[in-house]
């Protein structure tokens, strides 16, 4: 950023502080001794213990001795479940992409000049985009049940709102002379926004949504945890019961396939874009 | 409309197998999902009639009584985020440092750095969460652990790009001027990266307040420990405050961070 900085004036705001650099170090010295305070006091809040903390890790073996060896029984279980996270994860992200078409249309300020209707839609994606993915999880299984419905429905508003927000800007951001020129040769606003917008944003809404994959399985194994379903109950399960051995072996399969399908998902970007 | 169309662009062979095999792939990708998940539309539609008048009502109307104790757990939140993710700002600024290419100049290095980053990444921070629980038992504590290191990797691939974009000039120059390494970090690179390490940095405060607000789930403190009360008592008048103490929260950080943002960088 240093190097788009324009040639400051005397008058400038931003050249101001360098004529005086004690009032720099002062303000430096003040905000670092508030971040240092507010640390302080919550360290003193949360019981951290730096203590505990190297006790712990000298007492690695307590841990391992906890966690390891790993249970291998599970694997089969895991990999059902696996599979199921997987295919929730492909549900919500595919109704997520269909349902932000329009969504991301209303919310983007060059598309939707009605002010009120703009607004709206932004105020709501923007309070869904508020509520932490499990939160989303738990309402949705009090609603449905057990399962893996509750689950999905819980990640299409989660990816919703994510989506939502990347794809109006990324329309907000298009360029807008191609569709002024269709509109003034008689096109309708279907029409407009199919050949206007539609082929600026395709290849930044194909990548949004592989990204919105990898955050939906990520998302999917944890909401798992409250009961929607998937590889996640079977964590909780082991957990609950300190099975601790089962817990590991499943936290294994989850970092490989999170790992492998990041790599997929990113390949494919990078191809796209 | 009678005018007619120009051309299309003549397709080679390979492109259209390719484009091909890509459509059978992704139709046999829906087919299996399709197939293979069962959801029971019967017991969701004879759940959700019997649910909904109990849940959604008594979610819009949250009980005020237990206002002042959510808050002092949203409050305890805020701080298992703040500590974690400043711990997370320093211990990733080494990290950053041995994955940008031009700060180590080794090849090795620098994808070594990067896999860390990738395989910490992984990891989300209620799984972490889980592992610290286990290590250190069910103490605010453990959350904090699994906000540092979850946020870590975020920040470390962050500070890494920072830092490989940065103006190499200056550096050379002052090499040529026989400024020692130390000389060269403290007044030809810090000076560059620190606005955009400080912007990221509470950029990932913001994320870790809603990441942090369910580790509690797994007994990692704050106020998802009582999203797992209200959840296995089906209290969701207690549900409907903690989310509206949530979102405000998170909304006004959002709001805070991104106008301190604007105004660092």
């Known amino acids: 950023m240093s190097n788009k900085m324009s040639k400051p004036t005397i008058y400038d705001d931003s050249y101001a502080p360098l004529l005086s650099p004690w009032r720099v170090k002062a303000k430096i010295t003040a905000i670092f001794l508030v971040i240092i305070i507010f640390l302080m006091f919550s360290s003193w809040r949360t019981g951290v213990d730096l203590n505990e903390l190297i006790w712990g890790f000298t007492n690695m073996t307590q841990i391992t001795d906890k966690l390891f060896p790993i249970n291998m029984a599970i694997l089969g279980p895991a990999m059902n479940t696996l599979f199921e996270t997987i295919h929730m994860a492909i549900i919500a992200s595919t109704f997520s992409t269909l349902i932000v078409i329009p969504v991301s249309l209303l919310a983007a300020n060059n598309i939707t000049t009605n002010w009120f209707v703009y607004n709206t839609t932004r105020l709501i994606m923007n309070v869904l985009r508020t509520i932490p993915d499990v939160v989303l999880a738990v309402i949705f299984v009090g609603l449905f049940g057990i399962g893996v419905f509750g689950g999905i429905v819980a990640l299409f508003i989660f990816s919703l709102g994510i989506l939502a927000k990347l794809i109006s800007e990324t329309v907000e951001s298009a360029d807008m002379q191609p569709v002024e020129a269709m509109r003034a040769s008689g096109a309708n606003t279907i029409q407009a926004i199919a050949y206007g917008v539609v082929p600026q944003v395709l290849p930044q809404f194909t990548s949004f949504s592989l990204y919105v994959f990898e955050i939906n399985i990520r998302a999917s194994v944890v909401i798992g945890l409250v009961g929607a379903g998937g590889i996640g109950s079977l964590l909780m399960d082991q957990f609950s019961f300190n099975n601790y051995g089962a817990v590991m072996t499943i936290i294994f399969v989850i970092f490989a396939v999170v790992i492998v399908i990041e790599y997929i998902s990113g390949k494919i970007r990078e191809a796209i874009i | ?265």
């Open chain 2, 1 to 265: 409309m009678s005018q007619p169309l120009p051309p299309k662009k003549p397709r080679s062979t390979k492109q259209i197998v390719r484009n091909f095999a890509i459509c059978i792939a992704i139709i046999a990708l829906y087919v299996w999902t399709f197939a293979s998940i069962n959801i029971d539309f019967g017991r969701v539609i004879e759940r959700l009639s019997s649910n909904f008048d109990r849940v959604i009502p008594q979610l819009f109307s949250p009980n005020w009584d237990r206002a002042p104790e959510v808050i002092e757990m949203m409050i305890e939140t805020i701080f298992i985020a703040y500590v974690g993710s400043l711990a997370a700002a320093i211990i990733a600024v080494p990290l950053g440092f041995l994955a940008a290419f031009n700060m180590t100049n080794s090849r090795f290095l620098a994808t070594f750095g990067k896999w860390i980053l990738s395989g910490v990444r992984a990891f989300p921070e209620i799984i972490l969460a889980i592992l610290f629980v286990v290590a250190v038992g069910p103490t605010p504590f453990a959350g904090i652990l699994a906000i540092a290191i979850g946020s870590t990797g975020m920040l470390g691939k962050l500070y890494a790009e920072v830092l490989e974009s940065i103006d190499m000039n200056v550096v050379e120059a002052m090499q040529a001027n026989g400024a020692n390494k130390i000389q060269i970090m403290f007044h030809g690179i810090i000076p560059q990266v620190i606005p955009e390490f400080l912007s990221y940095a509470i950029y990932r405060f913001e994320i870790d307040v809603r990441a942090s607000t369910i580790l509690g789930y797994v007994g990692a403190g704050g106020i998802g420990t009582m999203i797992f009360f209200a959840q296995s008592g089906r209290n969701w008048s207690d549900m409907g405050m903690i989310l509206l103490v949530i979102i405000i929260v998170v909304t006004v950080i959002d709001y805070a961070s991104t106008y301190i943002r604007k105004r660092i960088v």
